[in-house]
C-alpha cells in the first residue's frame, strides 16, 4: 500500500529552448518545488542530451522523495508534437530531423512522458494553473520572439490531424507587395508584426519615416529591443506610443477574425510585451470591439496571463500530465 510520501502528486516540467533547457518538479498547486537547467547547445546529438537531462534531473527528484512520487514528465518544445512524442525538423535546435525525445526520456526515467509545442504547453499551463484555469473555449496567445497560440475547444487542445494545428501566428494579415517576410518562408504573417521582433521592425520603419524626437533615437537601430519601445512608451514617448497604438489594433483586428473560428471565452494574452499594460490592451480591445462580428460583441474576454511572473514553461509542461 502506498504511504503519504509515494503517493505520486508531482510532475516534472520541461522547457526547452535553443540556449537552455529548464527542469522543475511542480505540486498539484502548481508551485514548483525544484528547479534546474542546462544548456542545450552544448549536446550536439538527442542521446548526449537526454542523458545529460536525466543526470541534472535525478537529484531534483531525490530532493522530493523519489522516483514513485513523480507521476509524469512535460515536454515543451519548438515543433513538439504531441501525437507522436516527437521534435520534428526544429530549426533552432541542434538535433535536426525527427527525434524521439518523449519516449527516449520515457526510456529513461521509467515515467509517462509528453511532449508538445511551447505555445500548446502554455494553454495547458494557464488551463491547469492560471487565468483559464475553469475554462473550456480559450485560445492562448504567446507574445514572444514569435508568436504562438494554443486553441482549447471543449476542454482539450486542437492538434488537428498532425499534431501541428493552431499556428495562428502564420495567420497572413497581409498580403500586399510591402508585406514583411517571416521566418516561415512567406510574407504578412501576423508574426512578423505583433511579436517583440515585429515590435522592433515597426520602431525602425518608424523612425525612419518621420524626424518625430524619440528617446528611441538615442538606440541603436541594430541594439533596439522592444522592451525599449516599453520604456519610452511608459515616458510618453509619441514614436513608441504609435508602435503599440498600430501593434495593438493588428493583433485586435487578427483575435476578431480568430473568434469566428471557435467563439472562445476569453484570449489569454502572454509574453513581455504584455508588461506595457494599458498602452497595447486598450488598442487591442478597441480594434477587437470595432472588428468582431455582431453576434460575437461582448461575448469574449481578453485577459493577461496570471502566470507572467512565474516560470510558465515549467509549469505549462507539467500541466501535459494533468490528465494522470
Known sequence: MNTLNSI???????????????????????????EAS?????????????EASVACIR???????????????????PNGNFYTGCIELAPNLPWKGIVPLAEMFHLA???????????NAAAMGEMVYGTARGMKNFIMIT?????????VIDGKLVYGSDGFAGELGHFVINRTATA????????????????????VRTARELLQASDTPSLLRDI?????????????????????LQIFQRTGEILGEALSDFTTFSSPEAYILFGGLMHAGDLILRPIQEAYDRNVMP?????????????????????GAAALTASE
Open 8 to 34: 505520486p502528486t508531482l510532475s516534472i516540467g520541461v522547457d526547452i529552448g535553443g540556449t537552455n533547457a529548464v527542469f522543475g518538479i511542480v505540486n498539484e498547486d502548481g508551485r514548483i518545488l525544484q
Open 38 to 50: 542546462i544548456r542545450t547547445q552544448e549536446y550536439p546529438t538527442a542521446d548526449t542530451f537526454v
Open 59 to 77: 537529484p531534483l527528484i531525490a530532493n522530493v522523495g523519489g522516483i514513485e512520487r513523480i507521476k509524469g514528465m512535460g515536454i515543451g518544445a
Open 109 to 119: 526515467l521509467g515515467i509517462p512522458t509528453y511532449i508538445t509545442n511551447d505555445a
Open 143 to 151: 507574445l514572444g520572439t514569435g508568436v504562438g497560440s494554443g486553441i
Open 180 to 199: 514583411r517576410r517571416c521566418g516561415c518562408g512567406r510574407c504578412g504573417c501576423l508574426e512578423t508584426y505583433c511579436s517583440a521582433t515585429g515590435v
Open 220 to 240: 541603436d537601430p541594430d541594439k533596439l529591443e522592444s522592451k525599449d519601445v516599453s520604456i519610452a512608451a511608459n515616458q510618453g514617448d509619441a514614436i513608441a
Open 295 to 315: 453576434v460575437f460583441r461582448g461575448k469574449t474576454k481578453i485577459l493577461v496571463s496570471s502566470l507572467m511572473n512565474t516560470n510558465a514553461a515549467i509549469l
